[in-house]
């Protein structure tokens, strides 16, 4: 391969387009990652509070909650209790599942690696500390990592082309004839006017 400087450019824009990919990885999955680990966390949290007071404070728990709530029979304070460590465990182990299965935690943790390993491959290449064909072999090596990661969309065609705007005539003055088309007509020369004869000189006295 010849190193040259268009081959160089070509090779530098490669890199700031697989750099954009990168980041819009980033942008769209990482804040989905985050939310679903803080639902994660605040369910197994619910879990355990529902499951913790009649633990430790067993039947005088039980029946504080249930002179609270104004109900006739404890075991309404076991059945609520129980759903409800039920239905925040059973949705924490859905999220969990969901994270291992796309295993988005280890994907963003590559994207993020890819990224700054082609930052650093861009800085070498630009100021030349890097051959192109030892830039293009790194270049392949880092984004074979992230294949998980999509290809932006080209938009189709070039810019568009503006057309040029059309040329307006000059109004003509007012009351004057028009042609054929709505041009102005042309004026008829003006009559040359004789210059009257410059006096003459007065005789002597």
Known sequence: MVDDDSVRADLLQRIESRRAEMQAYLQQNRPRVRHRATITVVLTTLAAVSTAGPAVGGESFVGGVERALGLSNDSYV????CLLAMVV???????TNLNKSEDQV?????????????????L??????LGVEDAVKLYQQYTAKATFVPDLPVPVG???????PATVAAPSPVGAPR???????VPPPRPRTRKPP???????R
Do not use: H, N
């Not at 410059?198 to 002597?204: E, L, M």
């Open 179 to 185: 042609r054929p088309g709505g041009l102005p007509a």
């Open 89 to 95: 465990s059973v949705s924490a182990a859905i999220l």
């Open 198 to 204: 410059p006096p003459s000189p007065r005789p002597p």
């Open 78 to 81: 076991w059945r609520t209790l």
């Open 158 to 164: 070039g810019p568009a082309t503006v057309a040029a």
């Open 124 to 129: 070498l290449v630009e100021f030349g500390q």
């Open 106 to 122: 280890s994907r963003l943790a590559t994207a993020e690696a890819v990224d700054s390993e082609l930052e650093g491959l861009s």
